[in-house]
Nanobody, 124 residues
Framework: QVPLVESGGGLVQAGGSLRLSCAASGRTFSSYAMGWFRQAPGKEREFVAANRWNGGSTYYADSVKGRFTIFGDNAKKTVYLQMNSLKPEDTAVYYC?????????????????WGQGTQVTVSS
């Protein structure tokens, strides 16, 4: 088991910004990609963004494209999600996840390890 520890959630007004962080512990941990997913009350978990370490490709859900940025440091085993221009519909629990092999980075079932989640609440 590889613990992923998230931080940075909180309450923010619409139009504001937050930065989420996710750090993986374990000396031998090496992932293929890391992603962020979110789950709002009464809704299914959905893909937000992913960062594939090899080549540095990034992927975004259409709903956050242009507002959110994923970036990270593979050597530090840390990934961030910078969220700007937040909207009330961004309110959810945000989860960090690590994917250990190639494949579709937008599918949650392809990820092996998950963080505990951090709450993001955007007030109108």
């Amino acid at each position: 088991q590889v613990p992923l520890v998230e931080s940075g959630g909180g309450l923010v007004q619409a139009g504001g910004s937050l930065r989420l962080s996710c750090a993986a512990s374990g000396r031998t941990f090496s992932s293929y990609a890391m992603g962020w997913f979110r789950q709002a009350p009464g809704k299914e978990r959905e893909f937000v963004a992913a960062n594939r370490w090899n080549g540095g490709s990034t992927y975004y859900a259409d709903s956050v494209k242009g507002r959110f940025t994923i970036f990270g440091d593979n050597a530090k085993k840390t990934v961030y999600l910078q969220m700007n221009s937040l909207k009330p519909e961004d309110t959810a629990v945000y989860y960090c996840a690590a994917k250990m092999s190639w494949g579709d980075v937008k599918k949650d079932y392809a990820y092996s390890y998950w963080g505990q989640g951090t709450q993001v609440t955007v007030s109108s």
